[in-house]
Structure formats: C-alpha cells, structure tokens
C-alpha cells in the first residue's frame, strides 16, 4: 500500500496537518496512525469530563463522516513500530486484527506526531490499584470510575497535570496531600512570593503543599493506602494522581536515523527534519524556533495545532516558517495562571516580580539582554497579548523596565515598539 502523505499520530498536530494538506491538494491520498481507540479528543477538557462539566462524547472533536469527507484515511488502533527512512516505509501492528499482524505502508511525506505518552513513575508499590496519571481518555474514565471511592488524595508532581489533580479531588472536598520534589510550585519559574500566594491558595483549598519531598514507596496491599517519601513522612490516601513528565520515545527515532535532542525530534523553522520529506509536530517536535533563535520543545496544545497547520502547509508545498509565542493558561482553584514565553530562571535572565498578595495577583517578568522572553502571571491575564507581542516582536524594554516592579504600572499605556 503506498500513500502520498502518511502521519503518524492522530492527536491536534496530526489531524490538523492532514486536514490543512487536503486544502491544499485535493486529490494526494493521506493516511493516518494512530494506536488509539478513539478518534481525534480534547485532552486539554479531560479535567472537565472529571470535574462533571462535560459529558465524555462532547470531549471529541472529529467523527468519522468528518474523515470520509475530507477523504483523509484514519487507522485505529495501529501502533507503528517501524519507520525505513531509505525506502520510506512504515511497519505497524495492526491491533484490531487478530494475532496483531504486521504490515507496511510507503509514503512520499511523513510526519511524526506522535506526542508522548507519561513516563513511568519509578517508585516501589507502582503497580497498586488507585494510582492514576492523566493523560488519555481511558485514564480518565478510570478516574472517574475510581474517584466515588476516594476518602483522601495524594497528589504527586509540581506540574500543570498536578493542578488538575489537585482541583478535580478539591471539587470533591477530598482532602489532599500534595508533594513536590522542587523547592516549591512552579520554583523554576516563580520567586518566594509568587510560591507564598500560590501556597496560600493551596491551603484555602484544604491542601497541605510538602515540598523537597519525594514518593519512595506507594503503601497498602493491592490497593494504594498512602505514600512514604524520602524524609521520611508516611501519608495517608486512596487516590493517587501522578503529574509527571512524558517520555517521547526518542531512543526509537534516534535508532532510525532521526537526529533528536534532549527533548524531541530535531526540525529546521518548517518543521523538516533533517530527513528530507520528513516532519515533526506537536509535542515531539524540537523545532528552531526563530523567536528565541534556538531549538526548543514547546508541550500546549495551541502550539501542537499551529505546527500541525504548518507541518501541513510545507508537505504540500507552501513553504512557510512556523512562528509562535507559546502561552499555556488554565484556570484553577480559582487562580488563571498564564506561563508566557520563556519562563526558566538561569544564567543571563534578569528576572522582575510585583505582586498584590491580598489580591492574589502575581507577575514576573524574564528578560534577556533588555529583552522580554517570557512571563509567569496569576490573574494578570490581561498583559498576555501586550507581553506576547513584546516578545514576538523582540522589543526592547530597557527603558521601561524599572516600572516593573510596581503592581499599578499599566503595560497598555506603554509605547516601546
Ligand atoms: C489532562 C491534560 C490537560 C491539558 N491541558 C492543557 C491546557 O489547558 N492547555 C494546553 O495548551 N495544553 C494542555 N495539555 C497539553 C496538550 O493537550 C498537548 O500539548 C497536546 O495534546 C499535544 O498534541 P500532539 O498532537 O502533539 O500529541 P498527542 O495529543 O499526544 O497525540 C499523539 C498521537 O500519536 C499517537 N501515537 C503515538 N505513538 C504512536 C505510534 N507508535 N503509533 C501510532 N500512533 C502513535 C497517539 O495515539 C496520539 O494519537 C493538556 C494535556 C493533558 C494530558
């Protein structure tokens, strides 16, 4: 079997590059991969299935008369298991068939969108009933199924996926254990203050934050009854939600002939590997990004569907460099909390905060070279779009940046470019 365009992974990036290519060439065959059950999901709404918000089927966002329409070809359930850059050639197991048998598929273009899947969590006692990461909708559902039993929760992780844990068991007023291995929520990124006003939101929330600790062995028999971490503490729960990172399966392309770097799959500004006709999207790439003039992997779902679109675009022959502020924002135990650019402090980062505490307002700012790079914010989300287009533009904010520091200082009124 051969296609013109084949795509591994049916997440955003993948089904946005295909529906943008069928724009574009209306006649080249375009197949899709994807080891999932499902069609194409919102990840990005699980919390809310959890949370009751929203029921499971309006968590989905393509049927497949949308596929047979727009004759895009989706496989199910078909876990690719080798890629020959040479001969440009999938293999896949098909797992719907019996025996999981084996086939191949050739194609003229490739792209890998293939995202990540959560990394195993290497405590002692893992395999025990009641521990959950979130990452698909079956660990959803499983969720779900489980969380009428919860008594108490323990929360493991300093992550985005660790706030949802937190406020899906809050809403349920399970009492929560939450324990963090950094020095304290978001500690590469927020100072002591930006960490107090993020704590004290925590232990409104009946949440008791146990930082510099860490899970040693998961307690119980078959089912979890708590945690003993390094200090060693015991604590108490039922429910464990584990927000760790994702493992990208790098080993396997690196294997294959893909250059890869620490976090995903090396691409030029058109999201092409070095493999001519070959591209990556989404979370697994590791695209030159031509704001921050360097390879980085961006993990958010806007990014995810803007690369697709692009990925999209150069397989089929508009040339057109990929181009993105990144922002990841979530609205949660009643903070909206916005992380804008880049946000990592380090060597050369000259970092600004101001904040109004009894307001719960919080902002701090990175800056390179007199530059906006990146910023953190509690409930300042109206300086989002200002600050983006700051950083897009790489504007220079020497002259205005003793302001920072003052909570009133309105960035709307500022003239810079
Ligand atoms: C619970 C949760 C909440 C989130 N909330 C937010 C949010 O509020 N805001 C935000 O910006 N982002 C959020 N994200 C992140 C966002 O969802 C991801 O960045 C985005 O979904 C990445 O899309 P992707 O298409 O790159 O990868 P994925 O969605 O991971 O899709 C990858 C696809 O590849 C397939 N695949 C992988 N390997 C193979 C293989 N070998 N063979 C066949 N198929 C394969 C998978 O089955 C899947 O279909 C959240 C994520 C989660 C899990």
Request: proline share 4%; no cysteine.
């Given at each position: 079997m051969e296609y013109k365009y084949v795509i591994?992974?049916?997440?955003?990036?993948?089904?946005?590059?295909?529906?943008?290519?069928?724009?574009?060439?209306?006649?080249?065959?375009?197949?899709?991969?994807?080891?999932?059950?499902?069609?194409?999901?919102?990840?990005?709404l699980l919390?809310?299935?959890?949370?009751?918000?929203?029921?499971?089927?309006?968590?989905?966002?393509?049927?497949?008369g949308d596929f047979e329409k727009s004759q895009i070809t989706i496989f199910l359930k078909r876990n690719v298991i080798d890629i020959d850059i040479k001969q440009k050639k999938i293999t896949f197991q098909d797992n719907e068939s019996l025996f999981h048998k084996k086939n191949t598929v050739?194609?003229?273009?490739?792209?890998?969108?293939?995202?990540?899947?959560?990394?195993?969590?290497?405590?002692?006692?893992?395999?025990?009933k009641g521990i959950f990461c979130l990452?698909?909708?079956?660990?959803?559902?499983?969720?779900?199924?489980?969380?009428?039993?919860?008594?108490?929760?323990?929360?493991?992780?300093?992550?985005?996926?660790?706030?949802?844990?937190?406020?899906?068991?809050?809403?349920?007023?399970?009492?929560i254990s939450l324990i963090c291995k950094s020095a304290g929520f978001f500690s590469n990124s927020f100072d002591s203050i930006g960490g107090e006003i993020m704590d004290s939101n925590f232990r409104r929330h009946g949440i008791e934050p146990r930082y510099k600790e860490?899970?040693?062995?998961?307690?119980?028999?078959?089912?979890?009854?708590?945690?003993?971490?390094?200090?060693?503490?015991?604590?108490?729960?039922?429910?464990?939600?584990?927000?760790?990172?994702?493992?990208?399966?790098?080993?396997?392309?690196k294997e294959r002939g893909f250059l890869t770097g620490e976090e995903g799959i090396r691409t030029n500004e058109y999201l092409e590997t070095e493999n001519k006709g070959v591209f990556a999207a989404g979370d697994?790439?590791?695209?030159?990004?031509?704001?921050?003039?360097?390879?980085?992997?961006?993990?958010?779902?806007?990014?995810?569907?803007?690369?697709?679109?692009?990925?999209?675009?150069?397989?089929?022959?508009?040339?057109?460099?990929?181009?993105?502020?990144?922002?990841?924002?979530?609205?949660?135990l009643g903070f909206q909390i916005t992380a804008l650019g880049e946000i990592?402090?380090?060597?050369?980062?000259?970092?600004?905060?101001?904040?109004?505490?009894?307001?719960?307002?919080?902002?701090?700012?990175?800056?390179?070279?007199?530059?906006?790079k990146g910023a953190f914010m509690i409930n300042m989300f109206?300086?989002?779009?200002?600050?983006?287009r700051w950083i897009e533009n790489k504007v220079s904010v020497e002259k205005i940046k003793g302001n920072f520091a003052d909570i009133s200082f309105n960035l709307a009124e500022v003239v810079v470019e």
């Open positions: 591994i992974g049916g997440g955003i990036a993948g089904i946005t590059a295909a529906e943008t290519i069928r724009e574009l060439d209306s006649s080249g065959t375009i197949a899709v991969f994807t080891k999932e059950a499902h069609l194409l999901y919102s990840r990005v919390p809310s299935f959890l949370k009751g918000v929203i029921r499971k089927d309006q968590l989905f966002l393509r049927t497949f050739f194609y003229e273009k490739l792209l890998i969108a293939s995202g990540g899947e959560v990394e195993e969590w290497p405590v002692a006692g893992n395999d025990k990452q698909t909708i079956g660990d959803a559902e499983a969720i779900a199924k489980y969380l009428p039993q919860a008594k108490k929760a323990i929360v493991a992780g300093g992550s985005f996926i660790a706030l949802e844990f937190l406020e899906i068991f809050s809403l349920r007023r399970i009492p860490e899970v040693r062995e998961v307690l119980g028999g078959n089912w979890v009854s708590g945690t003993r971490t390094n200090r060693p503490a015991e604590y108490q729960g039922n429910i464990i939600g584990v927000g760790i990172g994702l493992n990208k399966n790098l080993d396997f392309f697994i790439a590791e695209f030159y990004d031509v704001i921050f003039e360097k390879h980085r992997a961006v993990g958010n779902w806007t990014n995810a569907f803007l690369q697709g679109e692009i990925a999209g675009f150069n397989m089929a022959g508009r040339k057109t460099v990929f181009r993105n502020v990144p922002s990841y924002s979530i609205t949660n990592e402090a380090g060597e050369g980062v000259e970092t600004i905060s101001r904040a109004n505490p009894p307001f719960h307002k919080y902002e701090r700012f990175f800056i390179k070279d007199g530059v906006m109206f300086d989002k779009p200002i600050i983006s």
